[in-house]
C-alpha cells in the first residue's frame, strides 16, 4: 500500500468511525473510533460487494458511506456481546 493510499484509509477510517459512534453511541476515542472505522470500511465492503455494488474506493463520499454503515454493523454487534447487551441508537 502507497503512503497516501495508507493515509486515505485512516481518513475515511476516522470520519466513518466518528460518525458511527455518534449513531450507536460508543466511546473508543479518537484511536479506536479510527480502527472502527477501518474494521468498517472491510465489513462495509464486503457487505456492498454482496448486493452487487461498489465497497471502497479510495478517498471519497461513497467510501465514507461504505465504512460508516460497516462501522455501524460492527458497533451493533460489539454492542450485542458485550456486558450490556443493549442497543443504544
Do not use: C, K, N, Y
Request: no cysteine; hydrophobic share 60%.
Amino acid at each position: 500500500m502507497e503512503p497516501m493510499g495508507l493515509l486515505a484509509w485512516i481518513v475515511v477510517g476516522l470520519i466513518a468511525g466518528w460518525l458511527a459512534s455518534r449513531v450507536v453511541t460508543s466511546r473508543f476515542g479518537i484511536i479506536g473510533d479510527t480502527l472502527v472505522g477501518m474494521a468498517g470500511a472491510l465489513i462495509g465492503g464486503f457487505l456492498f460487494a454482496q448486493f452487487g455494488s461498489t465497497g471502497t474506493t479510495g478517498f471519497s463520499f461513497w467510501s465514507i458511506f461504505v465504512a460508516f454503515v460497516g462501522a455501524v454493523v460492527l458497533l451493533v454487534v460489539i454492542r450485542l456481546f458485550s456486558r450490556g447487551g443493549a442497543i443504544r441508537v
